[in-house]
């Protein structure tokens, strides 16, 4: 059983910068995704294994960077010039394999999810 714990989460005003982390063992590709309050858990990034390969949700590219330290089992994710609409929950998501797949029963494994509250 992989356990995957998020932290990082927090409130900031718009244009302000965030960094998620997700503490996780194991040779996966991991993903982030966010649900908002009554909307679908949409994606936001994925890394393979090896960091080479990623991959980003139109809303997000420019904005955001997934990587990660295998040495330290940690993934992170980068969020700069946050805007209102990137309210939401963000969960960590790992996944065995090698595609990066953005739907989220592609992965197997999730975290508990931490909040992120952009301000206007």
């Known amino acids: 059983q992989v356990q995957l714990v998020e932290s990082g989460g927090g409130l900031v005003q718009a244009g302000g910068s965030l960094r998620l982390s997700c503490a996780a063992s194991g040779r996966y590709v991991m993903g982030w995704f966010r649900q908002a309050p009554g909307k679908e858990r949409d994606f936001v990034a994925a890394i393979s294994w090896i960091g080479a390969t990623t991959s980003y949700a139109d809303s997000v590219k420019g904005r955001f960077t997934i990587s990660r330290d295998n040495a330290k089992n940690t993934v992170y994710l980068q969020m700069n010039s946050l805007k209102p609409e990137d309210t939401a929950v963000y969960y960590c998501?790992?996944?065995?394999?090698?595609?990066?797949?953005?739907?989220?029963?592609?992965?197997?494994?999730w975290g508990q999810g931490t909040q992120v509250t952009v301000s206007s």
């Open positions: 998501a790992a996944k065995n394999g090698n595609t990066l797949p953005t739907m989220p029963g592609r992965y197997d494994y």
